[in-house]
């Protein structure tokens, strides 16, 4: 679980996130990272849609992506002050965990790249 100082809660830190940040597209995610200067904690939110399927499969993929975030954040990949926003895609659903996990360190270590 992400503790409140590492999550993204405001609708316009999403969009500065999306709009500005470094994006990398993997097979199930897309993944977008932009560095703010501040002296913040490393911030996640998650973009899932309704295309993904109903709550309940939306909800086990954001719990599932939470957890992958809350992995590279106990890594330490990133510094201080860093946004990142991860949007599942509809391949998403049937994903197993280790799939995910894998798309989305392979496209946070591209985008730190």
Known sequence: MLARPNRLTRGADYKAVVRRGRRSAGAHTITYVRTTGESDAVRFGFIVSKQIGGAVVRNTV????????????????????????????????????????????RSLSRVRA
Do not use: N, Q
Request: aromatic fraction near 4%; avoid cysteine.
């Open 62 to 105: 954001r719990r599932r992506l939470k957890a992958v975030s809350a992995a590279s954040l106990a890594d330490s990949l990133f510094d201080v002050g860093t946004d990142v926003v991860i949007r599942a895609l509809p391949s998403a659903a049937t994903a197993p965990y280790v799939e995910l996990r894998d798309d989305v360190t």
